[in-house]
C-alpha cells in the first residue's frame, strides 16, 4: 500500500524554522517526483514546492521562495521542507504529494499529482 506520511509540523515564532518530513511506504521515492502543499484557513490549496527526479530540478511558489528548500534522503525514503524566516502567513495545513518522474508544469495544480499525505499543522505565531 503507498503511503505518505508527514512530521515536523508545530507551533514557531515568526522568524523562527521549522523542518517537515514526508515519509514514503510502499514505493520508493526514487521514481517519483515530490510536491508540498499548503492549505490555511478560509484559502484555497496552494502548491508550495516540487522536487523532480528526472532532472533534479527543485520549483517554488513566490511566496517561499528564499526561505523554503526542498531536499530529498533516497536512503531514508525521504523528502524534507525546510522552513527558515517563518511569517504568521505561512500558517496552514502542509501536506506532501508524490506523481512518477517530474514535477508538473505548474506545481500549483493538485490534480497532476497521484498520491497524498494526510498534512501536518504548521502555526507561527508569537
Known amino acids: 500500500q503507498l503511503q505518505l506520511v508527514e512530521s515536523g509540523g508545530g507551533l514557531v515564532q515568526p522568524g523562527g524554522s521549522l523542518r517537515l518530513s514526508c515519509a514514503a511506504s510502499?514505493?520508493?521515492?526514487?521514481?517519483?517526483?515530490i510536491g508540498w502543499f499548503r492549505q490555511a484557513p478560509g484559502k484555497k490549496l496552494e502548491g508550495v514546492s516540487c522536487s523532480s527526479v528526472s532532472d533534479g530540478s527543485t520549483y517554488y511558489a513566490d511566496s517561499v521562495k528564499g526561505r523554503f528548500t526542498i531536499s530529498r534522503d533516497n536512503a531514508k525514503n525521504t523528502v524534507y521542507l525546510q522552513m527558515n524566516s517563518l511569517k504568521p502567513e505561512d500558517t496552514a495545513v502542509y501536506s506532501c504529494t508524490a506523481r512518477r518522474a517530474r514535477c508538473p508544469s505548474s506545481i500549483g495544480s493538485p490534480i497532476a499529482y497521484d498520491y497524498w499525505g494526510q498534512g501536518t499543522q504548521v502555526t507561527v505565531s508569537s
Open positions: 510502499g514505493f520508493t521515492l526514487d521514481y517519483y517526483a
